[in-house]
């Protein structure tokens, strides 16, 4: 059983399943089951068995077991009272004291039925159950081995519940650590273009489409009223070919890209098929083989410039991080065109200046050599 918790950190079904079975042996039950708590419900984990072997044939596999946590119910007692529930003889119960049980019992045919609850701190988390079809109650050694698997159970559960969530944190710290090293390699390369905003475009386009786990990514800039692609990442030959019979693209509502920009605001889509409103993009759907589309317009104080667009291929919607992350690049591309303009500006005014100068310099020489040479007009 340790050997199955250590093997299986992810993955509590290999355990369970060790369980059932040491405990069928060891306690000389034929039928085990255990069962994992889940809100008001009991569901399957776990059987051994022709009483679980058919319960779990009736609901459709183990894991659709689900039964009522009932004090009617032997299993349901155990775990609203937090303690093993041990009945010699279910058969010779009062109707009214186990009705679920009695039910169960007319079915199936078992008669000594105990269940011992996994509690987690004192809170159960589910429970093992052990019958027999003869009336032939458990020793107390065997119901003590119970609780030992009991326990074994629940440190299983919780390994897997601790593992899981710090598998998830760390998925979430190299997602952060992945986008800020995005974030941080465009304004790298913002610093290094001053007067050239290409690279940044296709920086920006390659971050998105990897990091929105999206098969291409298009970076659009508003020229007057027509959306025209200035980048892309992902795009094979037939759909770069099928773009360019698109665009530059007007101002309408009929594609994803420029509503963001009529709009104003994120514009996503996690299945184009169900969007008959936006026919341009069912268009390009098809020679781009996206289904879920995600469009961040660029504003500079508030009014649109462009647009960053990235579809996946399949229809599931994107991430609140994802969106965020999509709207980081959008302020980035914004502040990378802002200081391209304002740096080609001075390099205008800078120019105009020098020459302005050169010209003042070489009339004041002139005069100076009039001032030097009053009778020679050579110099």
């Known amino acids: 059983i340790l050997r199955a918790i250590s093997s299986s950190p992810t993955d509590i079904r290999p355990v369970l399943d060790t369980l059932v079975h040491a405990a069928a042996r060891f306690c000389g039950a034929p039928d085990v089951a255990i069962l994992r708590l889940d809100g008001e419900v009991l569901r399957g984990g776990a059987a051994v068995g022709p009483f679980g ?21 032997v299993t ?55 019958f027999r079809t003869e009336v032939n109650p458990f020793s107390d050694k065997q119901l003590g081995l119970l609780r030992t698997f009991a326990d074994q159970a629940v440190i299983a559960i919780e390994n897997v519940r601790l593992f899981t969530e710090l598998q998830a944190r760390n998925s979430e710290l190299t997602e952060a650590l992945e986008q800020q090293t995005a974030t941080s390699e465009i304004l790298r390369v913002i610093s290094s273009s001053p007067t050239d905003i290409q690279p940044v475009f296709e920086t920006i386009a390659q971050s998105a489409a990897r990091l929105c786990n999206g098969i291409f990514t298009g970076v659009l800039r508003l020229d007057g009223d027509r ?55 069912q268009r390009l759907r098809q020679a781009l083989g996206f289904r879920a589309v995600l469009s961040v317009p660029m504003l500079r104080e508030n009014n649109p410039i462009g647009a960053i667009t990235v579809g996946r291929a399949t229809p599931t919607a994107f991430t609140e991080s994802q969106i965020e992350l999509l709207q980081t690049f959008a302020d980035q591309a914004v502040i990378a065109i802002e200081n391209t303009r304002l740096f080609k500006e001075l390099e205008a005014r800078n120019s105009e200046l020098t020459e302005a100068l050169e010209q003042q310099t070489a009339t004041s020489e002139i005069l100076r050599v009039i001032s030097r040479s009053p009778t020679d007009v050579q110099p």
């Open 227 to 281: 959306l025209h692609l200035v980048a892309q990442h992902g795009f094979t030959p037939e759909a770069l070919a099928e773009y360019r019979r698109v665009f530059p693209l007007p101002l309408t509502r009929d594609n994803v890209s420029t509503r963001a920009i009529l709009d104003r605001s994120v514009v996503h889509v996690p299945d184009i098929d169900a969007a008959p409103d936006l026919p341009i993009s």
């Open 76 to 130: 349901g007692r155990a775990v609203l009272e937090g303690r093993t529930v041990h009945v010699h003889d279910l058969a010779a119960e009062p109707e009214d004291e186990f009705p679920v049980g009695r039910d169960l019992q007319r079915q199936f045919g078992h008669r000594t039925i105990v269940a011992t609850p996994l509690l987690r701190e004192g809170v159960p988390v589910g429970a093992i159950v052990l």
């Open 53 to 73: 072997d058919e319960m779990a044939r009736r609901a459709g596999g183990v894991e659709a077991l689900e039964l009522p946590v009932t004090r009617g119910s």
